[in-house]
Nanobody
Framework: EVQLVESGGGLVQPGGSLRLSCAAS????????MTWVRQAPGKGLEWVSN??????YYVDSVKGRFTISRDNAKNTLFLQMNSLKSEDMAVYYC?????????WGQGTQVTVSS
């Protein structure tokens, strides 16, 4: 069965950093496009980043601050988040695909507060 399990979220001060992880199983991870999506309190889902082959894509608001990567040997997707802002506070989900997405993880909470 396909499973995506996010981890690494938590409480961080503005300007701080977090690295999110997504452990994948039940499919050929190395052949799959992967995506990070987030949902801020009271708002809808927002696409954050994709990794497609060697190419990476980001929403404008996180460019230069976030980095998406993957370790195919460990079936793990990462999102390195630096210089975090209050507007980055959200539940972050990993998903398989580059639009549409067929599988989602349970999400991990990122709280940015002083």
């Amino acid at each position: 069965e396909v499973q995506l399990v996010e981890s690494g979220g938590g409480l961080v001060q503005p300007g701080g950093s977090l690295r999110l992880s997504c452990a994948a199983s039940g499919f050929t991870f190395s052949n799959s496009y992967m995506t990070w999506v987030r949902q801020a309190p009271g708002k809808g889902l927002e696409w954050v980043s994709n990794i497609v082959g060697s190419n990476t894509y980001y929403v404008d608001s996180v460019k230069g601050r976030f980095t998406i990567s993957r370790d195919n040997a460990k079936n793990t997707l990462f999102l390195q988040m630096n210089s975090l802002k209050s507007e980055d506070m959200a539940v972050y989900y990993c998903a398989r695909g580059a639009g549409p997405y067929d599988y989602w993880g349970q999400g991990t909470q990122v709280t940015v507060s002083s």
